[in-house]
């Protein structure tokens, strides 16, 4: 049974850092890749960015770009989202997930069967 528990969502004001958190079980973590998500109320959940089974390779989203990294620790079963320079508009509950099509390359084209229950990043401004 795969489970996906998320933790580090905060208040944080804008220009701030946060770093999430997504620990992992009923899987074999290192042999997945992992994606980040992020969701408003009304809106379609939102593609962060992905980390591939083995960290070798990570992608995020322009609007994201350099302010957020993704990291593993397969050795804890955990994936981090480590979010700096935050923005208001980066308020969101954050999601991980786990990915179905173990790509070799990050990117916006791999599928997750697995979500977590999400942390809330609220930014003020």
């Known amino acids: 049974h795969v489970h996906l528990v998320e933790s580090g969502g905060c208040l944080v004001q804008a220009g701030g850092s946060v770093k999430l958190s997504c620990v992992a079980s009923?899987?074999?973590?290192?042999?997945?890749?992992m994606g980040w998500f992020r969701q408003v109320p009304g809106k379609e959940r939102q593609f962060v960015g992905h980390i591939t089974f083995n960290g070798g390779s990570t992608y995020n989203i322009k609007s994201v770009g350099g302010r957020f990294t993704i990291s593993r620790d397969n050795a804890k079963n955990t994936v981090y989202l480590e979010m700096n320079n935050l923005r208001h508009e980066d308020t969101a509950v954050y999601y991980c997930a786990e990915e179905r099509s173990q790509e070799v390359v990050a990117g916006p084209w791999a599928d997750y069967d697995y979500w977590g229950q999400g942390t809330q990043v609220t930014v003020s401004s």
């Open positions: 009923g899987f074999t973590f290192s042999t997945y890749g």
